[in-house]
């Protein structure tokens, strides 16, 4: 058999293939001492052991069945996957509202290369809609791919390239924009957009998925039909996430950019908005309002694109026993603003106070957030808070730390006045500091209790 049907394989894994007549993309059933599998053999990774099949089995899950577990393998069948999806120009269907589709990359602009494993932005928005027919019918649709990365390359320089777009596309008329994002920093350019872009009198919906699309448990198709809908068809002119609500497909959600963050690495559903509730929940056939104040679409084309940004801010994490010359380290290599991430209500020990000082000394704009995430910074409560305000560090309300960071990356970027810094950090743009939290805006499910496992059995399994 000639080794170019062998992808990859090499040493024992390779012998294996050749001794039972296995090719890759072959159907095969594998008997092993652990079981009996049944699956498509896939290209093994150019940097991964010899010692294992890679199959990928009907749940669409890649497992790696160890050679040395197996007794007997049988090739059933073969079908050679083909796992780049065609452009499909997209069709115009009059009366529909018209959205532009902006690709960064992501899961959710995504495909397997099976030359390395590894998950790769390789779909162009016009591929989309060639594996999501039914956008059509919701709206009618421009593309652009504007950048191919996954979301922890995105930064600063995207931030403001993503702006500027948004802005042209405003002033063009367009009725909603969309943007396909990797999830993992995808709350980071929500709130970077917020800021950049206000004034919107059209919705902007940033989405991704958590599982790739060549997977049958993807998110990717159903969010981006709820994302298409909130641009096209929502009365919310505001920077949105829009991801799965519960893990199920029952609905999404429209988080605020400046109060979403991810909180579980796999779950559909990992976003949540924190210290407040969604915007909105969404179909495929609706769009049902949670809150009732947000900022509404308008027919004018009127925005003011802010693309500005810093790169002389970070975040600072606090931790027991953190050594002064942490934060000394940061001022000498010349940042200008620090978000402190503090425990309780806003604390750091007090070894950090000399070099708290002789940052407040050299202009370091400080601030402070809370590691609990959800809640308030009170720093009035404690002597610790007191001293800090005194030495410098001014307290953020709620504000969430991601956000803190963009935010004062944003300003430092126009203005490095401390008065006028001050302010622009203290005064909400976009509900990223709010006044209260609703009593419903803080909410974990805590497995094990019988109030929740009530809940799960009887009402949402």
Known sequence: MDNDIFQGYKGDALELLKKYKVRVWGTVVADTTRGIFKGTVLPRAENDDDKHIVVKIVTGYNIGIDTRTVTSMKEVGYNKANYKIPEKAFPFTPGLPHVKLFGTGGTIASRLDYRTGAVIP??????????????????????????????????????????????????KGIDGIVIGHGTDTLHHTGAALTFMCQNLPVPIVLVGSQRSSDRPSSDAALNLMHAMKAAGQSDIAEVMVCMFGPTSDEYGLLHKGTRVRKMHSSYRSTFRTIGDTPLAR??????????????????????????????????????????????????????????F??????????????????????????????????????????????????????????????????????????????????????????????????????LVYQGGVPEVEAFIKDVHK
């Open 122 to 171: 390789a779909f162009s928005p016009g591929e989309l809609y060639g594996a999501v027919p039914e956008l059509a019918d919701i709206c009618n649709l421009d593309t652009e791919k504007i950048f191919a990365v996954f979301s922890e390359n995105m930064g600063p320089k995207q931030y403001m390239a993503l702006a500027i777009a948004i802005g042209k596309e405003i002033e």
């Open 282 to 339: 969404i179909t495929r056939d609706d769009i049902f309002p949670i809150k009732k104040k947000y900022n509404k679409r308008r027919t004018d084309k009127n925005v003011k694109i802010l693309p500005y940004f810093s790169d002389k801010v970070t975040m600072l994490y606090y931790y027991p026993g953190m050594a002064p010359d942490t934060l000394d380290a940061l001022v000498e290599k010349g940042y200008k603003g620090i978000i």
């Open 341 to 442: 991430v503090g425990t309780g209500l806003g604390h750091v020990n007090k070894e950090l106070y000399p070099a708290i000082e002789r940052a407040h000394e050299k202009g370091v704009h400080m601030f402070m957030t809370l590691q609990t995430i959800w809640g308030y910074v009170h720093m009035f409560v404690y002597d610790t808070g007191r001293d800090m305000m005194a030495k410098g560090i001014i307290p953020t309300g709620n504000m969430l730390p991601e956000v803190a960071w963009v935010k004062l990356s944003w300003i430092l970027g126009q203005t490095e006045d401390p008065a006028e810094v001050k302010k622009m950090m203290l005064t909400p743009i976009n509900d990223e500091i709010t006044n209260r939290e609703p009593y419903n805006g803080y």
